[in-house]
């Protein structure tokens, strides 16, 4: 007679509260828990008098009865840069607009002037103490767009401090190729030959060195149109890459729609999103990534049509924009607060939206986002009452611990 074998776990967390944030469940809030891990992934979890007789675990961790969630996922970032762009906030408390700005030549085209006169270690460490403002905030997973480079050299160059920050860093990164950000002033009066360049040239470069994940463009008015959007598009689908889009943030381009239609990752920003663009996305299963730092920081007073998004079943997810020109952030618990109080999310919409959404709004969904069995073992423990407190407290960080692929740490690195 066979008898079932004893799990054998890597490391087990005692005496947690569980808030596992899996699909359809909720907070998934389980009292007096456990959660194992063996290989880098969760092995088992629930309640401690339910752990299995005669487990084994190489280390016993006592969570000191915090509440472990999934860590956090920013799923929308410009964080390598270099320069700043102090003096384009007081322009605009002034009474200058973004768009205003960004025609005399301020705005994006300043950050490109500074990242590329930065090396490629300069940036790396202007970069650090950004990255472990979230890192601290049990952030696990980033995505990281170029995008400030708009050559082929200085893209380049952004992907591989991004590559790099998630090799030295316990953090996994995604990139996201940005090259349509803005139009070079090598390019000036030629956006559709700078369009071509990129797909011909500049996306195949960089693919073949390893440095894309996925195809981001900023579709707007002061931006590119929805015809060489969707160029970049088709040029990233060849390429057999995921994408993404800055769309709806100023006006309504259709981007959502054009997004949805090449099945899409997400559409982020959204302030403009039109019902036609809601249905797009639904259809699809994009998501809608919402960033009120930068609506925050514009003192935007359009708010995205949450209410049409829910009744729609659009997955909401929430990040920090986090760059130097519209969205200076590099608090992801900031966010979650923001998006409480400027876009009346709840406090469960707002934490699934840096777990769960998150990570689909990545393309992570089946690895990472929520605590599940065979799920990658990233989670933060937290010194707070209930998980809603996540998106409630401003200013104030209660990350006791991180985990991150199984191996716990400290919150702050640096």
């Not at 919402?290 to 007073?301: D, K, N, Q, S």
């Amino acid at each position: 007679m066979s008898s079932n074998p004893q799990p054998e776990w890597d490391a087990l967390w005692l005496n947690v509260r569980l808030a596992t944030l899996a699909d359809g469940q909720g907070f998934g809030e389980i009292q007096d828990a456990a959660i194992a891990v063996r290989h880098g992934q969760i092995a088992w979890l629930g309640r401690r008098s339910d752990l299995p007789a005669g487990y084994r675990t190489a280390v016993e961790h006592d969570g000191d009865g915090c509440w472990l969630t999934p860590g956090l996922i920013d799923c929308h970032t410009h964080i390598v840069y270099a320069g700043n762009r102090s003096a384009e906030f007081e322009a605009r408390l002034n009474g200058a607009s973004y768009a205003e700005i960004a025609r005399q030549g301020g705005g994006i085209l300043s950050t490109v002037r500074a990242t590329r006169s930065a090396t490629s270690a300069e940036l790396f460490s202007a970069s650090l103490p950004r990255v472990d403002d979230l890192l601290a905030e049990g952030v696990t997973t980033i995505e990281i767009k170029s995008g400030y480079g708009l050559d082929l050299v200085n893209e380049a160059k952004m992907l591989r401090v991004a590559r790099r920050i998630g090799r030295e860093l316990p953090l996994r990164v995604r990139t996201s190729f940005l090259g349509a950000h803005a139009l070079p002033p090598e390019f000036s009066g030629q956006a559709d030959a700078y369009i071509e360049m990129l797909c011909r040239e500049m996306l195949p470069a960089l693919v073949a060195e390893g440095l894309v994940d996925a195809v981001d463009v900023f579709c707007e008015q002061i931006g590119f149109t929805p015809a060489q959007t969707e160029q970049l598009f088709i040029a990233a689908q060849q390429a057999g890459l995921p994408v993404k889009l800055h769309a709806e943030q100023l006006s309504d381009q259709g981007g959502a729609q054009l997004v949805a239609r090449y099945q899409g990752l997400s559409a982020d920003h959204l302030e403009y999103l039109s019902r036609a663009g809601i249905a797009a996305m639904a259809s699809a299963g994009t998501v809608a990534v919402l960033l009120p730092g930068a609506f925050y920081f514009l003192r935007e007073t359009r708010v995205p049509p949450i209410d049409a998004l829910r009744s729609a079943g659009v997955p909401i997810a929430v990040a920090t924009d986090c760059n130097p020109g519209t969205s200076p952030l590099t608090s992801l618990l900031s966010a979650l607060n923001f998006s409480c109080t400027l876009f009346r999310l709840t406090p469960l919409e707002a934490l699934q939206g840096v777990t769960l959404n998150a990570a689909r709004a990545l393309g992570l969904a089946a690895q990472t986002g929520s605590l599940e069995v065979g799920k990658r073992a990233d989670f933060g423990l937290w010194k707070i009452e209930r998980p809603a407190d996540l998106a409630y407290g401003i200013g104030h960080n209660p990350c006791h611990r991180v985990v991150n692929s199984g191996i716990q740490r400290k919150p702050r690195m640096l």
